[in-house]
């Protein structure tokens, strides 16, 4: 079973600020199959990158995914205050089919 | 603007059963794979089911399997989740979400906003 670990659990950054979020992958996985999620209090997740490193539709360009193999990047380049949230990381092609990391609460330092 | 609505939630004791049902519009249902997220109190994501765009191929959680069935309607851009033998610890808001394709490796890009479910005495 792929599990994946995410860092660090919380995050305190101020706007303006670049953040950078960690997902660790128990195996190698196909960067094919790796997505990352925003959730804010009370809604549902937002798709954010998907295959690594490809922006899902609306997403700004302060949002980028990378890495390969068992580690993978989140970056988010100038934190806006709409950004601080919890962000998922997602294998969705190995056995078994999908699981996701444990997230990482970004918070306003 | 793809919409996806969920229902069916509610209370429901121990070793009870429940259907959920998620109803889409408006984009070419048959087209893609749905699934079933759950997020318990407090907890991150799990998904516990996912379909093809044509059924033929499913996904269980080794925590549901056996016990949850997925199906979808084509004809009604319905989904559904039929939930049996239900624990404490299936206690979630259970998201419906729509894959980018058909088949199942897919990420999940638009979601509905859940349907909450407690199993308690």
């Known amino acids: 079973e792929t599990v994946l670990t995410q860092s660090p659990g919380t995050l305190s950054l101020s706007p303006g600020e670049r953040a950078t979020l960690a997902c660790r992958a128990s195996?190698?996985?196909?960067?094919?199959?790796l997505a990352w999620y925003q959730q804010k209090p009370g809604q549902a997740p937002r798709l954010l990158i998907y295959g690594a490193s490809n922006r899902a539709t609306d997403i700004p360009d302060r949002f980028s995914g990378s890495g390969s193999g068992t580690d993978f990047t989140l970056t988010i380049s100038r934190l806006e205050p709409e950004d601080f949230a919890v962000y998922y990381c997602q294998q969705y092609g190995a056995s078994p089919m999908y699981t996701f990391g444990q997230g990482t609460k970004l918070e306003i330092k | 603007e793809v919409q996806l609505l969920e229902s069916g939630g509610g209370l429901v004791q121990p070793g009870g059963s429940l259907r959920l049902s998620c109803t889409a519009s408006?984009?070419?249902?048959?087209?893609?794979?749905l699934t079933w997220v759950r997020q318990a109190p407090g907890k991150g994501l799990e998904c516990v089911s996912a379909i093809s765009g044509s059924s033929r191929s499913t996904f269980y959680a080794d925590s549901v399997k056996g016990r949850f069935t997925i199906s979808r309607d084509n004809s009604k851009s319905t989904l559904y989740l039929q939930m049996s033998s239900l624990r404490d610890e299936d206690t979630a808001l259970y998201y419906c979400?729509?894959?980018?394709?058909?088949?199942?490796?897919?990420?999940?890009?638009?979601w509905g906003q859940g349907t909450m479910v407690t199993v308690s005495s």
């Open positions: 195996q190698s996985i196909s960067s094919s199959y």
């Open positions: 408006p984009f070419i249902f048959s087209n893609y794979a």
């Open positions: 979400a729509k894959l980018r394709g058909s088949y199942l490796s897919s990420a999940f890009d638009m």
